[in-house]
Nanobody
Framework: QVQLVESGGGLVQAGGSLRLSCTAS????????MGWYRQAQGKQRELVAH???????NYADSVKGRFTISRDNTKNTVYLQMNSLKPEDTAVYYC????????????????WGQGTQVTVSS
């Protein structure tokens, strides 16, 4: 099994920045791809960004140029640097991980964190 623990959420004003972290423990050999999802109240969960073990990244159009995903394989941690935050970025952010890229992209990852709240005030 793999455990994912997120941190770094909070309340920030529009235009501000936050950095989310997600640390994996357990059977980390099962992980190749890590990603961040978010779910705003009353809306469907959406993929924000993902990164493979080799460092290949992809972003949702809504966050391109503002968010940066990165990972430190020595610490089994993935980060999401969020800049120029907007009220519409308010959501619970979830870390996801799987051996398969397709599983992360489709929201079918085997492993999920508990979520961290990000609130952006206008």
């Amino acid at each position: 099994q793999v455990q994912l623990v997120e941190s770094g959420g909070g309340l920030v004003q529009a235009g501000g920045s936050l950095r989310l972290s997600c640390t994996a423990s357990g059977s980390i050999f099962r992980i190749n791809v890590m990603g961040w999802y978010r779910q705003a109240q009353g809306k469907q969960r959406e993929l924000v960004a993902h990164i493979t073990s080799s460092g290949s990244t992809n972003y949702a159009d809504s966050v391109k140029g503002r968010f940066t995903i990165s990972r430190d394989n020595t610490k089994n941690t993935v980060y999401l640097q969020m800049n120029s935050l907007k009220p519409e970025d308010t959501a619970v952010y979830y870390c996801a991980a799987d051996r398969r890229l397709r599983a992360v992209v489709l929201g079918e990852a085997d492993y999920w964190g508990q979520g961290t709240q990000v609130t952006v005030s206008s």
